[in-house]
């Protein structure tokens, strides 16, 4: 029972990173049409930046740095690749989106060397022992953190204008045009936010409690099971995202714990085959109709 | 079809009835001949007057292009995004060794005769494809393209798992050598001497990897130019009306990536025996059979002109060339006067080229290297010669 609730915690803590990683990945799907193949490179770019400066300036200025910097990059590529192509069809855009990550991934791992830096000082291999269950901390802040930015993303999703004219836009872009929403704002403030949260997500995914490993390729492929758990709970839904990134976490760490630690990777892509197959746009995601 | 689609259609052909003369008597059906020629050339003779280093980078160029070619038809034809292709190549590769190999110890093998295998190996991994329709038929567009993301850690995991067929990651499995009717593939056997120049090793590699790659380039021009290619082209423009069209909209999508399979078990047989060994990956971010890889089959299509055959093999000179080609020529692995860990190696400097050349592609030329070429094309034709020469046929 006590592995069981360890379990549970350490793959709820994984889940919310995920779902900081999908969330991100769902905003930007929503305002702009594109699946941003390039989210891993945000997550290493930020790592990148929190790496090289936490030495001089102390973790907590140099996550802020990298946080800054992976959300700015985002919205980088949008102005400069991505709005240059309004009307491009959603496979190109997210070719496109595979050749910045491309680059941006080799150019940042090549600088890297065979350094495998890690990140959260302050919280990284420091167990808290509860009776006779582990906590790992860094579990425990990505989870603390993930509800803290999840509730704020949320509040501003309903409640102010930028808010409503994302999800007017998300909704019908045209209408959303005519109506006097700036279509370029919006998007621009929706890869922001994509980076940004990316950014978050670093600090606890380049973690000995996370992943065992530093900064590296490894880093960047974590950051892919963003794409299940953005497709498991729907491309278009950000409460999916929410759900697909806890289902992700609680498959990852349960089948690691009880079939085999090599398992739990296939595991989550076997969940996310069997959620397609049953609804081809994910649990919450909006059903494509064909009009003839 | 809506602005920003990539795609390397060519204009619709009309059909021709001129007369049929003779050779000679119609310049550009004697230019169009002559082209063939020096493509010819190009393909038949390097293995008489290159190094076997160089001969490897040719040979890794139309493994590529055979993967490229599959994909481009999936993909560019019917509209289906795929990053699979490296587990169907891993799928045909270990096809290609359970069957062609003898049983030993710890490793299950057949011992059929080696063209059996790769027969066997192209059959298995068109199954494969033909077995994930319940997932390709339902789910569309960038769902379907990480939906099939799942198959290459299925591969990596069932790679790293089923020791008995794949070898393993650790020491792999020997590729089986094909023999092609008596003359073998792999090994000096028997001895064969062409213009004064030995046939090794690589030279028959090369000449049999040359003969797959023509033979899976017609088969994919046959199938663009006739009906299939015209029912993908339907399907992924438009569903509905492909099938108020009559065309079976799931069994097309089915069979086209059914075929595509094919094509990366056939990449895969050939991936076996350029390595001459089967090695699982031990990770699913580096390795043969990689998601990096998918993502380079991708470039390689989309350089190219997604939907052209030419263009998927021009593509795979880019993408699988360059590393091979920079790392002969500097003689090294650091370019710029980098070293070290953290020097830029051709691979590095290839990710960058391709990487470069895929925002390129999308921000100014949709249509890639093809519809570069086509305008070249239209271009030469505009003048009295290119006019002359490149006229369609029998006018």
Redesign the interface.
């Known amino acids: 029972m006590n592995t069981f609730i360890q379990v549970m915690v350490n793959g709820l803590g994984k889940g919310a990173v995920y779902a900081l990683l999908a969330l991100g990945f769902v905003i930007i799907f929503k305002a702009s049409g594109v699946?941003n193949f390039a989210h891993g490179s945000f997550v290493l770019l930020g790592g990148y930046v929190a790496v090289r400066t936490q030495d001089d300036l102390g973790f907590t200025v140099s996550a802020i740095l990298g946080v800054a910097t992976a959300g700015l990059g985002a919205l980088f590529i949008e102005r400069v690749?991505v709005a240059?192509?309004p009307?491009?069809?959603?496979?190109?855009?997210?070719?496109?989106t595979?050749?910045?990550?491309?680059?941006l991934t080799?150019?940042i791992i090549?600088?890297l060397?065979?350094e495998l830096p890690f990140l959260g000082r302050p919280y990284d291999g420091k167990p808290i022992q509860v009776g006779d269950i582990t906590f790992f901390r860094t579990q425990l802040i990505a989870l603390a953190v993930g509800a803290v930015l999840v509730t704020l993303f949320f509040l501003a999703f309903r409640l102010t204008g930028w808010g409503v004219a994302m999800r007017a836009q998300a909704e019908n872009r045209e209408a959303a045009a005519l109506m006097g929403i700036r279509r370029g704002r919006v998007t621009a403030a929706a890869w922001v936010i994509g980076g940004v949260l990316a950014g978050v997500a670093v600090l606890f995914l380049a973690t000995q409690d996370f992943s065992g490993s530093g900064l590296s390729?490894?880093t960047?492929?974590i950051a892919?099971v963003a794409?299940?758990a953005a497709?498991i709970g729907g491309?278009d839904s950000t409460e999916g995202a929410i759900v697909g990134g806890a289902i992700v976490g609680l498959t990852e760490a349960l089948s690691a714990q009880y079939i085999s630690f090599?398992?739990s990777?296939?595991a989550?892509?076997?969940v996310?085959?069997t959620v397609?197959?049953v609804r081809?746009?994910?649990l919450f995601g909006t059903r494509?109709r064909?009009r003839? | 079809m809506?602005?920003?689609?990539?795609t390397a259609d060519p204009p619709a052909e009309t059909p021709s009835h001129g007369r049929r003369g003779g050779l000679l008597s119609n310049p550009a059906t004697l230019f169009r001949w002559g082209v063939r020629l020096v493509i010819a050339l190009i393909v038949l003779t390097p293995p008489l007057y290159f190094e076997p280093s160089w001969l490897r980078v040719g040979q890794y160029v139309m493994i590529g292009a055979v993967a490229a070619i599959g994909l481009t038809l999936l993909?560019g034809q019917a509209?289906q995004?795929s990053l699979a292709h490296p587990f169907f190549m891993f799928v045909g590769g270990a096809t290609y060794c359970v069957l062609g190999s003898e049983d030993a110890p710890g490793k299950v093998g057949f011992g059929l005769p080696s063209l059996v295998a790769l027969i066997g190996a192209i059959l298995v991994a068109a199954a494969l494809g033909l077995a994930f329709a319940?997932?390709s038929g339902?789910?569309?567009?960038?769902?379907l393209?990480?939906?099939t993301?799942?198959l290459v850690?299925?591969g990596?995991?069932l790679g790293?798992?089923w020791t008995s067929l794949s070898g393993g990651t650790a020491s792999g499995r020997p590729s089986p050598d094909l023999n092609l009717f008596g003359i073998k593939t792999l090994r000096n056997d028997p001895e064969i001497s062409f213009l004064g120049q030995a046939m090794e090793r690589e030279q028959r590699v090369w000449y049999l990897f040359a003969l797959l790659l023509l033979i899976a380039a017609l088969l994919a021009w046959g199938a663009v130019r006739s009906r299939p290619g015209r029912a993908w082209r339907a399907v992924r423009d438009n569903?509905?009306?492909a099938s108020?069209l009559g065309v079976n909209v799931p069994r097309v999508r089915a069979e086209v990536f059914a075929i595509s399979s094919g094509y990366a078990g056939l990449a895969g047989v050939m991936t076996v025996m350029w390595y001459r060994l089967l090695k699982p990956d031990e990770?699913?971010?580096?390795g043969t059979y990689s998601?990096v890889v998918a993502?380079a089959f991708?470039?390689m299509i989309?350089i190219g002109g997604l939907g052209s055959v030419g263009g998927a093999i021009a593509g795979s000179v880019l993408v699988f060339g360059l590393p091979g080609m920079l790392t002969i020529m500097i003689g090294g692995n650091e370019l710029f006067g980098t070293s070290?860990?953290?020097?830029?190696t051709p691979a590095?400097f290839t990710?960058?080229v391709?990487?470069?050349?895929?925002?390129i592609v999308?921000?100014f030329e949709?249509g890639g290297l093809a519809a570069l070429g086509r305008r070249l094309k239209a271009t030469a034709a505009r003048t009295q010669l290119g006019s002359t020469l490149l006229s369609p046929k029998g006018s």
């Open positions: 699946l690749l240059r192509r009307l491009a069809d959603p496979i190109a855009l997210a070719l496109l595979i050749g910045v990550d491309v680059i080799e150019e090549r600088r060397g065979v390729r490894g960047h492929a892919l794409f299940p497709i491309l090599e398992f990777k296939v989550v892509y076997v996310m085959l397609l197959i081809p746009s994910g494509e064909t003839v | 809506s602005e920003g689609t990539l993909t509209g995004l319940p997932v339902r789910v569309r567009g960038v769902y393209g990480v939906a993301l799942a850690y299925v990596l995991y790293q798992q569903e509905s009306a108020a990770s699913e971010f580096a998601i993502i991708l470039a989309l070290g860990a953290n020097a830029i590095i990710s960058f391709y990487g470069a050349a895929i925002i999308v921000l949709p």
